[in-house]
């Protein structure tokens, strides 16, 4: 369960650059929903990921994740409970180290560590069934330096080590935005894979308002830092992309003029 | 070139084997550039000589010595990490500091250390004089048994925490890994192991001077340059091999640039020969890819 409660963060305050992105934004997520978040750019989106993650810090407000307060955790004290996969490709994983160590830095995520070898026999084995699980022929490539990977690989990968460890959040930022279609189309149905295997609790930012309407439970909608939309069950599903952007329009008395919202 | 002067210059080469290692922790695992190493070279340097010249025990020396650095590094990691000073600048100002701070130390800009006993006195004979073998066989182990625990430290979980710390921060931070702490910790090894070689350096050369540590952080860098351009950075253990070499290598060639009398070349050239090997050592490997590109080329 996630309760972030009244948001508020304001960068660059008391300059002329000052730009307020969140502005409360409050958003409870049941345990086990899979939720999708779209917004027009500059909505606050990411800075909403990031503030969950714990890499940016609210001016006011709280967050909980499974009844923690975790507002004033740093992003790696509370990274025991939130898993994420980040939108570049590159961001998620280390090139320089191989793919067997990627994987095992996910597997002690949240916990200590210590002197013991980091890559376990045992581990490998599991490794190797989890990467089989990719279809990808990874599994046969444990010794190879993550640079050597393609950016769709690298994702799939980065997707395989938030699910290593257990964890009560999983945040996907835009996570197949930087990935061709057909890429984009895997990982995605990988996501749903790994969702649902898991029963994740999962939080998708995307750019595609299909895609927000074909994954997961519930879709919600942000603008100038707040919730706007929210939409779950029957109503979500009988939706289509022309409805929701009527609903969004009716609820903001403004023309939607994001071209990347409306044709994604 | 005579065997002595061969050995010599390995002997040199192994000790700066060790800061070299200690400048691959920083500059390359954890991507800090420091240059704490001017000062923590001759810290470790002063603190084993002031013991050794009180009597103390010279692996004691060596003990206090690396902690004195790892404290230098630590200090470092600290200004940067804390205080938000950018890491170059950060270094500069404890590199600083510490000249006064060894010169404190040491109590005098020299220690003599002649006939006091050192690390290298229990397997040196006393009828015939056989340091100049003994000693670099000392410190080949020494040299030999650090680059062993440090490959046995970088596959653990701690280890590979410090290199994902410097090598993506932001998903080290995702994976619960204070890079903050990581890079307190790694700074102190780093330096430590610097610290450890000015104290084997006085031993050596018979005594402490507060200038040793002037161009320790470019012979360093230097050793880990022309170690890249050695061996393939496969592994881990192959890239701490490769500046073990790549040290020795550097004193061979400096060796054989000052012997060599028909180049002209004199002691004061050092600094001037050194900048010209880490220059070409940073040249070569974009020839040699050129020149396979070329050749790819006409094939193809």
């Known amino acids: 369960m996630m309760r972030a409660d009244n948001l508020f963060k304001t960068f660059n305050p008391g300059t002329p650059l000052e730009n307020p992105v969140l502005r409360g934004l409050s958003l409870t997520i049941e345990s086990g929903q899979f939720v999708t978040v779209i917004g027009s750019n500059g909505a606050g989106k990411s800075t909403f990921l990031n503030a969950i993650s714990g890499d940016i810090s609210p001016d006011s407000g709280s967050l909980f ?23 570049d490709p590159l961001a998620g994983t280390c090139e320089g180290l191989s793919i067997e160590e990627n994987l095992a830095l996910a597997m002690q995520r949240g916990q200590g560590r210590g002197l013991s070898r980091a890559v376990k026999a045992s581990y490998r084995e599991q490794f190797r069934a989890k990467l089989a699980t990719l279809q990808l022929g990874l599994e046969n490539r444990l010794g190879d330096r993550m640079g050597l ?13 938030a699910s ?48 927000a309407l074909d994954h997961g439970h519930r879709t919600v909608m942000l603008h100038q830092g707040r919730v706007v939309l929210d939409v779950s ?32 | 070139m005579s065997l002595i002067s061969l050995m010599g210059a390995l002997e040199i080469g192994l000790i700066f084997a060790l800061v070299a290692l200690g400048v691959l922790i920083s ?48 200090l470092t ?14 270094s500069i100002l404890v590199m600083i500091a510490l000249y006064s701070i060894n010169l404190r130390i040491m109590g005098a800009p020299n220690i003599a250390l002649i006939g006091l006993p050192t690390v290298f006195t229990p397997f040196v004979s006393t009828v015939n004089d056989n340091a100049w073998l003994i000693q670099p066989a000392v410190l080949a182990v020494i040299v030999v048994l650090a680059k062993l625990l440090l490959d046995a430290f970088f596959a653990s979980e701690a280890g590979l925490a410090l290199r994902a710390t410097g090598a993506n921060p932001r998903m080290a931070r995702a994976q619960g890994i204070s890079t903050d702490r990581m890079t307190l910790a790694g700074m102190a090894l780093s ?26 952080i470019v012979v360093g860098l230097a050793a880990v340059i022309i170690g ?31 012997n060599a009398d028909f180049i002209g070349l004199q002691a004061q050239d050092l600094n001037l020969i050194t900048a010209v090997l880490v220059g070409l050592a940073l040249v070569l490997p974009k020839i040699k890819a050129k020149l396979r590109n070329k050749q790819g080329g006409r094939t193809a």
């Open chain 1, 164 to 211: 290593l460890q257990p964890s009560r959040l999983l945040l996907l930022d835009e996570h197949t935005a930087a990935l061709d279609p057909k890429t984009a189309a895997f990982v995605l149905q990988l996501t749903d894979r790994i969702v649902s295997e898991n029963q994740l609790t999962a939080l998708m930012v995307t750019h595609s308002m299909r895609q």
């Open chain 1, 65 to 87: 994740i499974d009844g923690q307060d975790v507002t004033r955790q740093t992003a790696w004290q509370r990274a025991g409970l939130v898993a994420r996969v980040f939108q």
């Open chain 2, 77 to 90: 990691a600290w200004l940067n990490v804390r205080l938000g000073i950018l890491q170059l600048l950060a």
């Open chain 2, 191 to 216: 330096n430590a192991l610097i610290a450890l070689a000015g104290a084997l350096y006085v031993q050596t050369q018979g005594g402490a001077d507060i200038s040793m540590g002037i161009g320790t």
């Open chain 2, 228 to 258: 890249e351009t050695l061996l393939p950075p496969r592994s881990l253990w192959l890239v701490t091999l490769a500046t073990v070499l790549g040290a020795l290598l550097y004193r061979l060639l400096i060796a054989l640039a000052l």
């Open chain 1, 233 to 264: 069950g029957e109503e979500r599903s009988r939706m289509d992309v022309p409805d929701l952007l009527a609903m969004f329009e009716q609820t903001r008395g403004e023309k939607l003029d994001d071209d990347a919202l409306l044709l994604g």
């Open chain 1, 149 to 161: 990977l393609s950016g769709g690989q690298r994702q799939a990968v980065s997707l395989l080590m």
């Open chain 2, 27 to 74: 500059f390359r695992l954890l991507n800090f550039p420091d240059l704490t190493a001017d000062g923590s070279f001759p810290l470790g340097g002063a603190v084993a000589a002031v013991l050794i010249a009180g009597g103390h025990d010279p692996w004691l020396a060596c003990g206090l010595a690396a902690i004195a650095g790892a404290a230098a590094g630590w």
